[in-house]
């Protein structure tokens, strides 16, 4: 495992402070804990614009909180399942800590994030969920590959599918990278965009060694912030 780095004490106030744009708690609807009560904290700010983009209201509002009031907020919630997630939570240095004080609480932590940023020193603990951006995204060119290298078993990598030439550029670089000898891969139809059942039946088709998931919480509550 690898070790924490401790903030010296002339910016230990500085690194403990994220800008947080919402704390919610509510089902979890993607990934291997889809399903599970889990709270979410949405951290603002993100260097990408993904066209499918569902969380553009994170891009610049949120509020500063200490690391020490992230955990005091959440604790009147009944699990220890919590995903931090934004926007990019990344594109805040101070993530890193928040994410291994979690951890350090005894919660069980995932990550949602683009994969555009280095996730070498993320919290081993902690299960990294890497959207790779697929051409209909229009921000393939922010893909950093070099993280594949440091993805555990217990990671995920996911591919959000707009369309059938999505659907065939995300086989080629399972393919190509051999991406399912890292972790196990998740591919989620874009919800506006690609049918569901159409992409299943791809996936069938050619006997695909992928998750094939859709996004629980909009079937539930469509695209209403905060869940």
């Known amino acids: 495992m690898k070790p924490h780095a401790q903030p010296d004490s002339t910016t230990q106030q500085a690194s403990s402070e994220l800008s947080i744009n919402e704390i919610f708690f509510s089902l979890q609807g993607e990934s291997v804990k889809v399903g599970l009560p889990t709270i979410f904290i949405r951290l603002s700010g993100c260097p990408l614009r993904c066209q499918y983009c569902d969380t553009a209201y994170a891009f610049h509002d949120g509020e500063k909180k200490s690391i020490d009031n992230i955990i005091k907020d959440i604790s009147q919630y009944r699990t220890k399942h919590v995903t931090v997630t934004g926007g990019e939570p990344l594109a805040q240095r101070n993530c890193h800590e928040l994410l291994s ?16 940023i280095d996730i070498a020193n993320v919290d081993e603990r902690v299960m990294k969920i890497v959207d790779i951006k697929t051409p209909a995204s229009e921000e393939e060119s922010k893909n950093k590959f070099e993280n594949i290298a440091y993805l555990n078993k217990h990671d995920q990598l996911k591919f959000v599918i707009c369309n059938q030439a999505d659907y065939t550029w995300a086989k080629q670089k399972i393919n190509e990278l051999k991406l399912t000898d890292y972790c196990e891969i998740l591919f989620s139809p874009e919800h506006e965009t690609q049918n569901p ?7 069938l088709e050619d006997s695909l060694n992928v998750r094939m998931q859709v996004q629980l919480h909009k079937y539930l509550w469509g695209n209403v912030p905060g869940k």
């Not at 059942?197 to 996936?203: D, K, Q, S």
């Open 197 to 203: 059942t159409e992409l299943a039946n791809w996936i």
């Open 101 to 116: 004080r979690l951890c350090d609480e005894g919660y069980e932590v995932s990550l949602e994030t683009s994969g555009a």
